[in-house]
């Protein structure tokens, strides 16, 4: 069965650091959303990508983060200058336009910012 | 404000007995209700979306709109249920999904 696939799991920068953290989406979905999960929290949505451009952004993606698909398959989220307060679980998902539009996730990269 | 309360934390059963985890959204629309579960070291993945009225691994679970709740139920509960559970919406089919705080499951032998 397909699977969204992040790489790496787990990441350890320094504060400052610029960070990319890489997903491959399922191959035939269009849709691409990251969310992130700080330790203990919810899980929320940072941004959903269609069509080569932003759907939406939540408050928290801010000037810091960006998004990317820089190819036919990868899809990236760029923190720019990390702060300890990124330091999540961070998750991509992706969708289809059929039927059963649901949202499938990836397993998730483990950010440590120092 | 869009909002999912799922006000246990924790839940423990044993074998057997009925499990129900609740969860209750505020959204001014009429929106998509999801259970999510993560096994130990797995990824997030859909259990349950209420459009779908299906019945997986035995779970069920009811939209009620007028208490807006969503709440998961299975009527015995077995081991290999133990996992953390995410109720979630979405207003839009394209649209971000609101997650809960989830519950941690867990059945006893």
């Known amino acids: 069965e397909p699977e969204v696939t992040q790489t790496p799991s787990h990441q350890v920068t320094q504060m400052g650091q610029e960070v990319i953290l890489r997903c491959v989406p399922i191959?035939?979905?269009?849709?691409f959303y990251w969310y992130r999960q700080i330790l203990g929290q919810k899980v929320e949505f940072l941004v959903s990508?269609?069509?080569?451009?932003?759907?939406?952004k939540s408050e928290i993606f801010d000037d810091q983060f960006s998004v990317e698909r820089p190819d036919g398959s990868n899809f990236t989220l760029k923190i720019r200058s990390t702060k300890l307060e990124d330091s999540a679980m961070y998750f991509c998902?992706?969708?289809?336009?059929?039927?059963?539009?649901?949202?499938?996730f990836g397993a998730g990269t483990r950010l440590s910012v120092l | 404000a869009q909002r999912v309360t799922q006000p246990e934390k924790l839940l423990s059963v044993f074998k057997g007995a009925p499990v129900e985890l609740k969860c209750n959204y505020s959204?001014?629309?009429?929106?998509?209700l999801f259970w999510y579960v993560q096994y130990s070291r797995q990824r997030l993945q859909l259990l349950l979306r209420?459009?779908s009225r299906e019945s997986i691994k035995g779970f069920t679970a009811d939209l009620n709109k007028g208490e807006t709740s969503f709440h998961l139920k299975k009527p015995f509960a077995q081991e290999e249920d133990s996992a953390m559970y995410y109720c979630?919406?979405?207003?839009?089919?394209?649209?971000?999904?609101?997650f809960g705080r989830g519950t941690q499951l867990t059945v006893w032998p």
């Open positions: 979630a919406f979405r207003g839009s089919t394209l649209g971000r999904l609101y």
């Open positions: 959204y001014s629309g009429s929106p998509e």
């Open positions: 998902a992706s969708q289809p336009i059929t039927d059963f539009n649901i949202q499938y």
């Open positions: 990508f269609y069509n080569n451009e932003i759907s939406e």
């Open positions: 209420h459009i």
């Open positions: 191959s035939n979905h269009l849709y």
